[in-house]
């Protein structure tokens, strides 16, 4: 819901595309891809433990937005309504 009010909200933003992004995410974003770039090219272990890592995150995901996009508008999960043990 990008036109709520927000009670909170950062001084230091870009508009990019129509969109209002906080500086701080845009740094934080370009910090850790090169900091994942320089471990890609410089360590030949943590480069496929990497790119592995980030195959079964995108899955996981993919997964997770599925089940989420086929529950009725309003239901929650179990995990969401305190329930479990």
């Not at 992004?21 to 090219?41: D, E, F, N, Y």
């Not at 599925?66 to 929650?76: E, F, I, Y």
């Amino acid at each position: 819901k990008p036109d709520l009010s927000r009670p909170f909200k950062l001084s230091a933003n870009l508009r990019i595309w129509g969109r209002e992004l906080p500086l701080s995410a845009i740094v934080g974003l370009l910090s850790t891809a090169t900091i994942w770039t320089i471990i890609l090219i410089t360590q030949p272990f943590s480069r496929w433990g990497g790119i592995i890592w980030m195959i079964i995150g995108l899955i996981v995901f993919y997964f997770y937005r599925r089940r989420r996009q086929h529950l009725p508008t309003g239901h929650k999960t179990e995990s969401e309504e305190g329930g479990g043990s």
